[in-house]
């Protein structure tokens, strides 16, 4: 009995700690001992949430009859119970079932899965559009349509974090958008393959050198949102954080007048220095 008071109470600590504190209370963050998907920021991730739980209760129910058939099986056909085994070498109905039914499951499951498919692509009315770069190792914002604002995004080092941020999840410049706007990203990369990621939104791109690809999402609330490169792509892949902040529209046309002076003003040169940097 105390082995399990022990482990509980570990468990409490790890939960309790300061880190844990931070990650129970950050938005659109991985939360410890999570079992499910992050909560949906977003339409997509609300229609991913949806065929998750579809195909979640599809494969429970099949591995359910499975495993209860096997057991009467093994029950019903016990060398003792069936001493004569059956010599029935074809059953035509039991044929034709085992063909139809994993076709008509697959129909049910194909159906939701091609039209997310299809919604996840781009978004036609796009209320602004923003252009991700991956760079070894951090991402690069552009807004081609609000005065080609451009800057970094840098993973905040462990030693500058501030109460309550998260390790290796927070960036000096976080990407900015307006709650409720359709936001078109614009995808590439200048040296090997990035992907950008962030689960709350539902947003998955691969960063190609030389290519260019879309994708869209859509914050329905305000709040901070996290996400990381999950294409391994060099020594420091783990330190390329993302954070989507997504704020009123009020406060989002604010944050450009403020961008448009901070940006403009940064000095030539320090992409570099902040790269050379992080690779050290």
Not at 97 to 111: E, G, H, K, N, Q
Not at 177 to 189: A, C, D, E, F, Y
Request: proline fraction near 6%; glycine fraction near 6%.
């Amino acid at each position: 009995m105390s082995r399990y008071r022990w482990l509980l109470a570990m468990l409490m600590m790890v939960i309790a700690a300061p880190g844990g504190v931070a990650l129970a209370q950050a938005v659109g963050a991985p939360r410890p001992w999570e079992m499910n998907l992050q909560p949906a920021f977003g339409p997509i991730k609300e229609q991913q949430i949806a065929l998750h739980n579809l195909v979640l209760v599809i494969i429970t129910v099949i591995t359910l009859f499975v495993g209860g058939l096997l057991l009467w099986v093994m029950w019903r056909y016990h060398a003792k119970r069936n001493p004569e085994p059956t010599r029935t070498a074809h059953n035509t109905v039991l044929e034709i079932a085992w063909t139809v039914i994993p076709v008509l499951i697959l129909v049910v499951i194909a159906i939701p899965s091609f039209r997310l498919v299809y919604y996840e692509d781009r978004t036609r009315d796009a209320d602004l559009t923003v252009k991700v770069t991956g760079h070894q190792w951090y991402w690069q914002y552009t807004y081609p349509d609000k005065n080609n604002i451009d800057f970094t995004s840098y993973m905040v080092p462990d030693d500058q974090l501030k109460p309550g941020q998260l390790r290796m999840l927070e960036v000096d410049n976080e990407l900015v958008v307006p709650v409720g706007k359709n936001i078109r990203v614009l995808q590439t990369s200048t040296d090997v393959i990035h992907s950008w990621f962030v689960p709350a939104l539902g947003v998955q791109r691969y960063a190609i050198p030389g290519r260019t690809i879309e994708t869209w999402f859509r914050a329905d609330k305000a709040g901070t949102i996290y996400g990381e490169c999950n294409q391994i792509c060099g020594t420091n892949h783990s330190r390329m954080p993302i954070v989507v902040r997504a704020v009123p529209e009020q406060e989002f046309n604010a944050w450009l007048a403020e961008a448009k002076t901070k940006f403009s003003d940064a000095a030539p040169g320090t992409r570099q220095v902040a790269a050379t940097e992080v690779r050290h």
